[in-house]
């Protein structure tokens, strides 16, 4: 029987898989930031708190996010960008990792500043060149 916390998680997944099938490459790179900004934060929060191995569950789910943006660069057609993002995300999974082992916040902070930058220059790609982003796959 599924209690309802296993019931809501289980709606959750579903319900992101079907979103994300229906969305935009745009629209997934922006779920995607949005997921590893919030991974982080509860990262941080749970550093704060001692409580270890939600730390370490969120920062695995950062990392991955980070790797899928990653794997997503279209290096062929998304010039300077791409090649810039492509050298960014495997620091930030360095800088995740000894924050981990570390369990130092300033170093999740720096990776999710980075990330805000990201997001935030996402979010102002004009409406009309939403479709048209060349940096992702």
């Given at each position: 029987?599924?209690?309802?916390?296993?019931?809501?998680?289980?709606?959750?997944?579903?319900?992101?898989?079907?979103?994300?099938?229906?969305?935009?490459p745009h629209q997934l790179t922006a779920?995607?930031?949005?997921?590893?900004?919030?991974?982080?934060?509860?990262?941080?929060?749970?550093?704060?708190?001692?409580?270890?191995q939600l730390k370490g569950e969120q920062l695995n789910q950062a990392i991955n996010i980070i790797e899928e943006l990653d794997d997503s660069l279209d290096l062929e057609n998304g010039g300077e960008l791409a090649q810039n993002l492509r050298s960014l995300y495997p620091y930030m999974v360095q800088v995740l990792y000894k924050s981990s082992f570390n369990n130092d916040v300033s170093l999740v902070r720096e990776v999710s500043d980075l990330l805000q930058e990201i997001n935030?220059?996402?979010?102002?790609?004009p409406l009309q060149y939403r479709n048209n982003t060349s940096i992702i796959k």
């Open positions: 029987m599924f209690n309802s916390q296993q019931a809501l998680k289980q709606y959750s997944a579903v319900d992101q898989t079907v979103q994300a099938k229906h969305t935009t779920m995607l930031l949005s997921g590893v900004l919030r991974s982080l934060e509860t990262a941080e929060t749970a550093m704060k708190q001692k409580k270890f935030s220059a996402w979010e102002s790609i």
